[in-house]
């Protein structure tokens, strides 16, 4: 079966209940703590991003919003113009060494992931 380019046959999406369990696996730590724990950098995440303030995690990236202007649009059922104000948007800028490990292949990040630079 040919592949098309970008997707993968067996395509999985991580959810937050399996991040919960990978911090369970690792650390040892209960569940109910280890949901603490996800939810506590979500949490800081999103307060961060109202405050305007921008998240840079070395070897993974960095969060910030951008501000979208205002725009006539159409609805789309009836046709008729309607103003959408300007907002605010989350952006994430994956770093060099993220972009690195998506692009190579899971042996070489693997074996790779304690390499970090400071």
């Known amino acids: 079966m040919a592949e098309v380019a970008g997707e ?9 209940a399996d991040l ?3 911090v369970t ?5 209960p569940r109910k703590e280890s949901e603490a724990v996800v ?5 800081s995440i999103i307060a961060a991003l ?5 998240i840079e995690i070395r070897g993974f990236g960095s969060f910030r919003t951008r501000q979208r202007r205002g725009r006539t649009g159409r609805n789309p059922k009836t046709g008729a113009k309607v ?3 300007p907002k605010k948007i989350p952006f994430f800028k994956p770093s060099k060494e ?11 990040a693997a074996g790779s992931s304690s390499g970090a630079r400071d």
């Open 8 to 16: 993968h046959e067996t395509s999985h999406t991580v959810t937050k």
């Open 20 to 22: 919960i369990e990978e």
């Open 25 to 29: 696996r690792v650390t040892e730590l």
């Open 39 to 43: 939810e506590t950098i979500f949490d």
């Open 50 to 54: 109202q405050g305007d303030d921008k």
């Open 83 to 85: 103003e959408v104000p």
């Open 98 to 108: 993220l972009k690195d490990f998506v692009n190579s292949s899971p042996a070489a």
